[in-house]
């Protein structure tokens, strides 16, 4: 079996002329000892009974050695050339064995299993036909290789001889995405010769062990399997897969862990936490007494040492100015604070490895698996001084109490100036800030909290308290690609065996309209609680904050940045059987947050500043 395998950081793939394409496709049918689909099938019985598919085979033995392995999550784009791959999909699902989702559209169904590999941390595969399909998942591809998530793509493709020779939906498959997988290998057709199902089984478990770093690269990403075909494309799937017998897979081996590095007391240090950093931030800046600056996708906002207002005290001299050390958690994208502290040749980074890809803005940071503060006496003066200035910078964006003597005084003034003061509080128009003080303030430790990449979630990031929730984001390289899809595959993956809770997105109109083809499900399928907050302001604001608005006119920042809309929200989620919700004041969206339904758009219109 021949192999192309690409590692995390191996070269480019380049795309080939028309005639390297031919060579190529010669030199492949004579290395494969393949000519024509007749002298193939002649080389083994199975292939003459009308009945068997050497496709079938090799696809249930690759499907069901990642299902042992783990895979619990199979999401399939419908094709010609993969239904062999499809329907030993169906037939696992029917045996219990996976959950099966089925989306039209392969960018939707590429970041709808990365959201499931956030959540889970384990791979959930991709099945697509070959053409532009595959193309269609290069998006979800950068996202999991920079952020470091696990993603299984199994495209079908043409078998050797109907590649560069203009036949139907044909072209160059391997090697597509370059060095964004973790392992890619153009498999050998299957002819229904002895030892295929186990070479299947071969490929499914190398593939698994790079999707998860468990095969020698310790970074979990996408690993690329392009699997040619030829017809018969389905047939009848092996006894032994639809019986539901397969062997059971030995426990991984566990690599042994690397001594910590240690980070001795003395120099002025904060925590940096980034997008994925997770609960180890908030421990680490507890153990060693240093400030927590964590971004609002960390999901590591709590704790005493959450500093409020980070973006200004960076720039305080007194503050910023007097870091020696910043150790940082996942990846911040958030602030050009946090970038330009982390830039500083002053200043000594510690950045402790993750998921994605290793962070040097300063060219000489420090990189290690982890991280151990030695022992001694914290320097609370340092984290003091932090504290202090974030209880100024502190925001509060609660309604003030009810004046409850008030509202029941016999004095009418007093009793009317009460009541005006609630009705005031009831009716209190939405901001920017309030949508996200709302959203914040309903979601708990049960649910989860999706950002999409707008405008809304810097200012998230600026003004909401410290809170244990758990957050997700595509910051890998912070598109919007694809932020629906990602939030409905998070939404499945977490309430999977009918666990409680809610997934919200908080997004941006824009956001909502790249992937609103995301909003079509099955109706076979069960939908997830799932909504989406959507702050419209007509068009791309966050253009407004940036250099641009102040070099280009106003006509041209309306033409090519802010990208002015009026879409119809409501008619786009009645289109796609989504409820619908407009609200205009806090108290409204406090309800529609609350509400049930599995699947709602709460749409607050917002003013452009």
């Known amino acids: ?53 050497p496709a079938s085979a090799a696809a249930a033995a690759l499907l069901d050695e990642l299902v042992a392995h783990g895979v619990r999550h199979v999401v399939v784009s419908p094709g010609s050339r993969s239904q062999a791959l499809a329907l030993a999909a169906a037939a696992l699902e029917r045996a219990g064995r996976i959950r099966l989702h089925v989306r039209i559209d392969e960018r939707v169904a590429g ?16 099945i697509c036909t070959s053409g532009t399909a595959v193309a269609n998942l290069l998006p979800a591809v950068l996202e999991a290789h920079h952020a470091g998530v696990p993603l299984l793509l199994l495209t079908a493709d043409r078998p ?16 597509i ?96 936490a980034g997008a994925d950093a997770g609960l180890a931030a908030e421990e680490l ?110 925001v509060d964006l609660d309604a003030p109490a009810p004046d409850l003597d008030g509202l029941a005084s016999k004095d009418p003034l007093a009793r009317a100036q009460a009541t005006r003061a609630e009705l005031a509080a009831v009716r209190r128009p939405l901001d920017r800030e309030q949508l996200a003080a709302a959203v914040w303030a309903a979601t708990w430790p049960h649910d989860r909290l999706v950002f999409g990449s707008s405008r809304l979630v810097r200012v998230a990031d600026a003004v909401l308290p410290g809170k244990r929730v758990p957050v997700h984001a595509n910051r890998g390289l912070a598109g919007i690609d694809g932020t629906i899809a990602t939030a409905l595959g998070i939404a499945l993956a977490s309430q999977d065996g009918a666990r409680p809770g809610v997934t919200r997105v908080l997004l941006g109109d824009l956001t909502l ?51 002015p809309q009026q879409a119809d929200v409501a008619a786009l989620a009645s289109a796609y059987g989504w409820e619908h919700t407009r609200v205009t004041t806090r108290s409204a969206l406090d309800q529609a947050l609350i509400a ?6 709460i749409e607050v219109p917002l003013e452009r500043e």
């Open 513 to 563: 309209l790249h992937d609103v083809g995301a909003l079509l499900l099955p109706v076979s399928e069960e939908h997830p609680r799932i909504q989406l907050i959507v702050g419209n302001d007509g068009g791309g604001t966050i253009f407004d904050g940036l250099e641009v608005a102040s070099l280009a006119s106003k006509d041209d920042m309306d033409r090519v940045q802010y990208t």
């Open 111 to 126: 970041f709808t299993a990365l959201g499931i590999g956030r959540e889970t941390r384990v791979p959930a595969a991709v």
């Open 285 to 394: 800046a507890h153990a060693g007494g240093w400030p927590l600056i964590a971004e609002i996708v960390s999901g590591a906002r709590f704790g005493r040492q959450v500093i409020h207002g980070y973006r200004a005290l960076l720039r305080d001299p007194d503050l910023g100015g007097r870091i020696e050390r910043a150790v940082v958690l996942g990846h911040p994208t958030l602030s050009r604070e946090v970038a330009a502290l982390l830039s500083r040749p002053d200043v000594d980074v510690v950045a402790v490895r993750g998921a994605g890809e290793d962070l040097d803005l300063n060219h000489r940071t420090t990189h290690v698996d982890a991280v151990a503060v030695t022992p001694g006496d914290p320097d609370r003066a340092w984290l003091g001084s932090w504290l202090q200035a974030s209880a100024a910078h502190a």
């Open 1 to 53: 079996m021949s192999a192309s395998a690409c590692s995390r950081r191996s070269s480019h793939v380049s795309t080939p002329s028309r005639t390297s394409s031919r060579s190529r496709a010669r030199r492949s049918r004579t290395r494969r000892g393949t000519t024509t689909p007749a002298a193939v099938a002649g080389r083994s019985d199975v292939s003459r009974d009308p009945g068997a598919s």
């Open 160 to 175: 050797p001889e109907l590649r560069g020779v203009g036949a139907n939906q044909a072209t160059t498959q391997p090697g």
């Open 177 to 272: 995405f370059g060095a964004f997988t973790r392992f890619a290998m153009d498999a050998e057709t299957p002819t229904g010769e002895q030892g295929e199902v186990a070479a299947a089984r071969a490929i499914a478990r190398r593939a698994y062990g790079a999707a998860t770093g468990d095969a020698g690269d310790a970074v979990a990403g996408p690993v690329h399997l392009n699997l040619p075909y030829r017809e018969p494309l389905a047939g009848a799937l092996p006894e032994w897969f639809t019986g539901g017998r397969t062997r059971a897979v030995p426990d991984a081996i566990t690599a042994p862990k690397r001594d910590p590095h240690a980070l001795e007391r003395g120099p002025r240090t904060v925590v940096i």
């Open 596 to 601: 049930p339904g599995s699947r709602r758009i």
